[in-house]
């Protein structure tokens, strides 16, 4: 084999184990919601909305230890705008978004979900839906650390349990996640579990 294929070999397997180290290090960071706060600065997108009510509706796999559902958010929007912010952690996949019944655009960062409505900008009442499905975080050390615990109890049944007074709703559904905004109309929660 000559020297040049050989280095040119070596080196290809050398970042190719450097890329892999890398996005193990990104998707490991992208996990972690320990530096996650519930409050904080109030974002001005978020500042401009009233939120009304949540509903959740959500299939819990126990054997998997994932949900999958959506939200649908009622809000007030006290001034126009094309864009509207909800937190959510990136452990999920977003599979749709609609905004008044239309499809929106939308991008997934940073535990943040920035949606774009595609007609006029949005003014009054608004109805977000989020679709969307995935592992949540398991708490480490419950109830002090937030995410979801899958246990049993002493009957061997499943049971789960979800803290998050710390990191906030945003670890199992998309909401304005800072105290100054309560659901003024309440939530309705709708869970599935197996029999």
């Known amino acids: 084999m000559p020297r040049n294929h050989f280095r040119k070999s070596y080196l290809e397997l050398l970042l190719c184990f450097l890329a892999l180290i890398a996005f193990t290090q990104i998707s490991a960071q992208d996990r972690d919601i320990s530096k996650l706060s519930s409050g904080g600065k109030l974002h001005p ?34 001034r126009k705008t094309d864009t509207i912010l909800l937190d959510l952690i990136n452990h999920y996949s977003v599979s749709a978004i609609t905004v008044n019944g239309k499809k929106a655009a939308f991008a997934h960062l940073n535990h943040k979900l920035f949606i774009t409505s595609s007609s006029e900008p949005l003014l009054g009442k608004v109805i977000v839906r989020i679709n969307y499905n ?5 708490s480490a050390r419950p109830p002090w650390l937030g995410g979801f615990t899958w246990t049993q109890d002493r009957s061997g049944n499943p049971w789960v349990a979800i803290n998050c007074q710390k990191e906030g709703g945003r670890i199992f559904f998309p909401c304005k996640d800072h105290p100054s905004d309560e659901p003024n109309e309440g939530v309705d929660m709708f869970i599935t579990v197996p029999q």
């Open 45 to 78: 997108l978020q500042a401009n909305m009233d939120i009304r009510h949540y509903t959740l509706s959500l299939t819990v796999d126990i054997t998997k230890h994932t949900i999958n559902g959506y939200t649908e958010v009622e809000m007030i929007l006290a």
């Open 134 to 138: 995935g592992e949540p975080p398991v």
